[in-house]
């Protein structure tokens, strides 16, 4: 990047995050994702740090109060958060405890908890207040969070009962299962919503309710961290003086002053009730709400544990069994390949049903045709399952000793299996993709799903299972169709949703109330403005930016599709490609047909411009004066400069900055201006201003 681009990207960014938070907090109209808003800020502080001549003075990176806190302030932890010894093998753990009797003899026992899988944390309270929350970090140092973690309801600000003056508590936060399952798909909606490709949602999503958590913590603002319903375990009390003697009272004291501890711990006297323990929970750690991976084991008496002290990196008196992920064996019935709304192709293992980590497994994605090639699948293979930390379970190996002296390799397909288009694989990109995007059903209603969606047409009462509903039944094969749609047609109509991973598929059903939203929505949706319907057609390349530009600079559809390449690529911020892509969209019949069908079905065309609408505060600190006459009333105009942060003048002075002229306007005006030096613009400049 060079330093054009950046000073350009970051004046840019500045102003979007500008935005955004004005629309969080002044009109509490968010516009964007917590997460898609902390991707830009991040972006914007990376190249505030390369380029920090650059940086605004109030740039949103610096902003302090309200709920945004700049990033976090490291804090150095009093007693060092040290990790844990762990092991895998139960012959390991008899090792650890022949260890410890050989220092401290037989008299001890030890409490055995669950590890909870998600992010340590170090709470210190002064006079019964929560006063500082600090991440685990290096160990050493950590992030302050005291404000996102107030925002977690089992994290007590005020202490009740009889605790100490000033003390520590460590615990874990994390997510429950079911919270993650739910922010999950509402950020998959929203990603979907916003016109981001189908494949890369994946990317973009949590994989577990670990990085969720994680993640959720480390956002910059309290407000959206509340959101999250992050939950917590506390279990290690440190304090200076003694407040018992034992480990299990340490908890017990805990929960007195208001913590949530776990209810599942166990004093345990010797190793094989530890072991007894940990073979419980490997059981049934499917029915608890969270996530663990393993159980900690602590020597119980705190004169124990000092004697037996630390290594350079991890107690003596502690130590963590892992649970290692759980593998079912299944066999391969069949590979399918499903068609995305892009056109990616994903291959699945379609699984004789088995029971893993809960839940049955019937399917499990193959990625693409490399991970085929990986694990040299062939027909009816024994495979090994497993969950990882992902929800979608994986194959992770084939017994190949089982396989059939017949079977045959696994064949990828050649040709799409919907609409039987020869497929494509880009160069250096591991998928395939179906190129025919204007017929292939998937890519069509993939299509719909977008022209509907929130930032689009914000078509309420419509979504995605139902738009494809609305396909497979024949009502629509184009965005014009909807505008066609009639209550009867609609009220009582009866769907199946498309199958999801697992190969569930349920009945719909559309009742009165919802037809009846459906076709309000579509009424309402012919007033989204032009920029929008732009954006909404889906034309490839012409995301929200490109689709503004485009109806501010040419005003109406049809200067828009006169327009050639050359013409198009003239345009500030507009690239040949973008222009190629526009100029054969519009080359197509089928397009420019549609295109008038939706201007006469009563979609906006042409840039309106809504005088009363609140807008920026670009002209702030600004003057003008208007003079003369304009395509819009002298008013709108003043109304508009004004929405803009602007201010009206009456007369002409030196301080006055734009001078907009329009026809008719008076010579004196005009000399006494040119004599000042006053900068004068024409209506169409202004508007380019804007
Ligand atoms: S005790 C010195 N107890 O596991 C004692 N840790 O690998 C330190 N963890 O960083 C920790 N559940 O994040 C303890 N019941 C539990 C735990 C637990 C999860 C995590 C914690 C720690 C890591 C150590």
Redesign the pocket.
């Known amino acids: 990047m060079n330093l054009e681009e950046a000073k350009k990207r970051i004046t840019e960014l500045s102003a979007e995050l500008m935005q955004h938070n004005y629309n969080y907090y002044i009109l509490s109209q968010p516009s964007i994702s917590d997460f898609d808003f902390d991707h830009l800020l991040k972006e914007l502080e990376q190249l505030e740090k390369s380029f920090p001549e650059f940086a605004l003075p109030n740039s949103p990176t610096q902003q302090v109060g309200g709920d945004i806190t700049k990033n976090f302030v490291q804090v150095k932890h009093k007693y060092p958060?040290?990790?844990?010894g762990?092991t895998y093998s139960q012959d390991e753990l008899q090792e650890f405890d022949d260890r410890i009797r050989k220092t401290i003899g037989n008299d001890f026992g030890y409490v055995c908890?669950?590890?909870?899988d998600?992010?340590?944390i170090s709470i210190t309270y002064e006079k019964g207040v929560l006063v500082r929350a600090v991440t685990?970090g290096d160990g050493v140092q950590g992030d302050e969070l005291t404000n996102n973690v107030k925002t977690i309801r089992s994290i007590p600000q005020q202490l009740k009962g009889n605790f100490p003056p000033s003390f520590e508590i460590?615990g874990?936060i994390f997510m429950h299962r079911k919270t993650f399952e739910r922010l999950n798909n509402e950020l998959k909606k929203e990603l979907l919503d916003q016109g981001v490709d189908e494949d890369k949602i994946a990317e973009r999503l949590y994989k577990n309710p670990r990085n969720f958590a994680s993640g959720s913590l480390k956002m910059q603002d309290s407000k959206a961290v509340a959101k999250r319903s992050l939950d917590a375990?506390l279990?290690?009390v440190y304090s200076d003086e003694t407040l018992c003697a034992t480990h299990a009272e340490s908890l017990k004291l805990a929960e007195s002053w208001g913590f949530q501890v776990s209810d599942h711990f166990k004093v345990c006297q010797n190793i094989t009730e530890v072991m007894a323990f940990i073979n419980k929970y490997e059981k049934e750690r499917n029915q608890l709400s969270y996530e663990i991976d393993g159980v900690?084991i602590?020597v119980n008496e705190y004169r124990h544990q000092k004697e037996l002290g630390f290594t350079a990196k991890v107690?003596r008196w502690?130590i963590?069994y892992k649970y290692k992920a759980e593998t079912a064996i299944s066999k391969l019935k069949e590979v399918t390949f499903q068609v995305g709304r892009t056109g990616a192709i994903t291959p699945v293992a379609n699984l004789v049903p088995v029971q893993l980590a809960g839940t049955t497994v019937k399917r499990a994605s193959l990625y693409n045709a490399d991970e085929i090639e990986r694990l040299d699948l062939y027909e009816y293979d024994t495979v090994f399952v497993e969950k990882g930390g992902e929800i979608i379970p994986k194959i992770t190996g084939v017994d190949v000793s089982k396989r059939d002296l017949f079977a045959r390799k696994i064949e990828y397909i050649t040709h799409c299996p919907e609409c039987k288009t020869l497929l494509i694989r880009k160069e250096g990109e591991a998928i395939h993709y179906c190129p025919n995007d204007s017929h292939c059903a998937p890519q069509l209603i993939g299509r719909m799903e977008h022209f509907i969606s929130r930032r689009a047409m914000n078509i309420e009462g419509l979504g995605g299972e139902t738009v494809a509903g609305l396909f497979h039944k024949g009502l629509i094969r184009s965005y014009a169709d909807l505008y066609e749609l009639t209550y009867e047609q609609l009220n009582g109509l009866e769907f199946e949703s498309e199958e999801d991973l697992e190969g569930k598929k349920k009945k719909r059903s559309i009742k009165e109330k919802g037809a009846d939203n459906i076709i309000k929505g579509i009424e309402a949706s012919k007033a989204i403005p032009f920029e929008r319907v732009l954006f909404s057609l889906g034309i490839r390349m012409i995301g929200e930016t490109v689709a503004k530009k485009l109806a501010q600079h040419f005003g109406t559809i049809e200067k828009l599709m006169a327009a050639s390449v050359e013409e198009l690529s003239d345009i500030n911020e507009i690239g040949g490609k973008i222009a190629e892509n526009l100029v054969k969209f519009f080359a197509d019949a089928d397009n420019v047909n549609l295109v008038m069908k939706l201007k006469n079905h009563g979609l906006i065309m042409e840039v309106v411009y809504d005088p009363n609408e609140v807008r920026s505060n670009k002209f702030e600190g600004q003057t003008f004066l208007v003079s003369g006459s304009f395509s819009i009333s002298r008013d709108d105009l003043k109304k508009l400069i004004e929405r803009n942060g602007g201010k009206n003048v009456g007369s002409i002075s030196k301080s006055l900055n734009y001078l907009i002229a329009g026809d008719k306007m008076g010579p004196e005006k005009l000399k006494k201006a040119t004599d000042l030096g006053i900068r004068m613009i024409s209506e169409d400049e202004f508007m380019g201003l804007l």
């Open positions: 958060m040290l990790s844990l762990n908890e669950l590890k909870f998600g992010l340590a685990r460590r874990e375990f279990y290690f900690v602590k107690p502690a963590s």
